[in-house]
Every structure is written in structure tokens, then in C-alpha cells.
């Protein structure tokens, strides 16, 4: 460029473009000198923050997995078809069967959910969206890998995927056996202790 404008201009004349050339120059290094670091500072930035929302989320998945892995209730994830996608230590627990037979299982024909009449049975209640706090909660039996029925109670909450229009429902699971036997035994108390006070009181009437 210095030598085209020198032999196409006269000296003060291309002394001056020269000047304003390299003063064009200075100006467009430091702008995109500016630029760069601005671009710099920004892409600093979002890298902090993306750094920052991967520990919160890995936090988030720790205390998740501390739950699901630690919790003496069971947790029972299934998909629309009431296939097993998730099955908790407390589950195995509570059913006999490890995550490794229940993973990809239909919940029914693996644990066999019964009910009272007119009590619907567990796997169909996760996909009802509760309208009261009643209907939050399920009273069924299963029975186990050894074959033994095992009273339990569930709460379940549907899981909506908005993105992919795709449903999976969760159910937290607790073995209620040994509390329904106490209960049935104070009632069979009670009946007992009624009984034997109404006795005497039927002697002394004649």
C-alpha cells in the first residue's frame, strides 16, 4: 500500500494518507482488540455460569440418588405401559426381587397387586391424577419373590413430559404388614375384652 500511494501521490500528499491510513489502522486494531476481549469476557462468563449450574445440578443429582438409594420406602417409576423403569433398593427390599429382575417388568404380572372390592389396584391408580388427598394414597397387596403377600401403602404423582407428550408415574411405597397385624390384634382384643365383660353382666340380668 505504501509504495502504491507514494508513486501515485506527491510526498506531502501521500505523507498524509499514509498518516490517515495508519491512524484507520490503529483504530480498527483497537476496536476489534475491544471486541475480542469483550467476546472473551462474555464467553468467561457463560463459562462460570455454565460450570457453576453443572455443580448444582451434579449436587442436585447426589442428593437425588442419596434418597432413592437410602430410603426404606420403595420407589417405583413406570412408563405408560406400566413397564418398570426405576426400582429402589427399597423396593427390593420390600418385594424379594433385585432392580436387575424388576427393570423392563410389567408391574402387574412381576408383583401381582390385588385389592378389596371396588379398590383399584396400584399401577392403574399412578396414571389418575388425585383430585383429593385421598386419592393420593393406595392400599394394595403384592406378593413377593418368595411368594408372600405383603400389605403396602403408596402415595403416586404423575410425571408429564410436556416436551415429548410422554407420561411416567412415581410411587413411593411402604410395607404396612406388621401395622395392619397390630391393628387387627387390638381388634380382636377389644372383641375378646368385650365379650368376657359382657358375660357376667348377661349372668347377673338372668
Not at 403377600?149 to 402415595?155: N, P, R
Request: proline share 1%.
Amino acid at each position: 500500500i505504501t509504495i502504491f500511494v507514494v508513486s501515485r501521490f506527491q510526498w506531502y500528499q501521500a505523507e498524509q494518507i499514509l498518516r490517515y491510513l495508519s491512524m484507520a489502522a490503529l483504530i480498527a486494531s483497537v476496536y476489534f482488540y475491544l471486541k475480542n476481549r469483550t467476546l472473551l469476557n462474555e464467553s468467561r462468563e457463560k463459562t462460570i455460569k455454565l460450570t457453576e449450574s453443572h455443580k448444582q445440578l451434579k449436587s442436585r443429582q447426589k442428593t437425588i440418588d442419596l434418597i432413592f438409594n437410602n430410603s426404606t420406602d420403595g420407589i417405583l417409576v413406570l412408563d405408560q405401559d406400566k413397564t418398570i423403569e426405576e426400582f429402589s433398593p427399597g423396593m427390593e427390599k420390600i418385594t424379594g426381587y433385585t432392580r436387575k429382575d424388576a427393570i423392563g417388568r410389567n408391574a402387574q404380572e412381576l408383583l401381582k397387586f390385588s385389592a378389596e372390592k371396588n379398590y383399584s389396584l396400584l399401577p392403574d391408580m399412578m396414571f389418575t391424577i388425585a383430585t383429593t388427598q385421598k386419592e393420593k394414597y393406595v392400599e394394595n397387596s403384592l406378593i413377593t419373590k418368595e411368594g408372600k403377600i405383603v400389605d403396602i401403602e403408596a402415595s403416586h404423582t404423575l410425571l408429564q413430559d410436556s416436551k415429548s407428550n410422554s407420561a411416567m408415574a412415581l410411587a413411593i411405597v411402604r410395607d404396612i404388614t406388621y401395622e395392619k397385624a397390630l391393628i387387627e390384634r387390638d381388634k380382636e382384643f377389644i372383641t375378646v375384652t368385650s365379650h368376657q365383660l359382657n358375660t357376667p353382666l348377661s349372668i347377673i340380668r338372668g
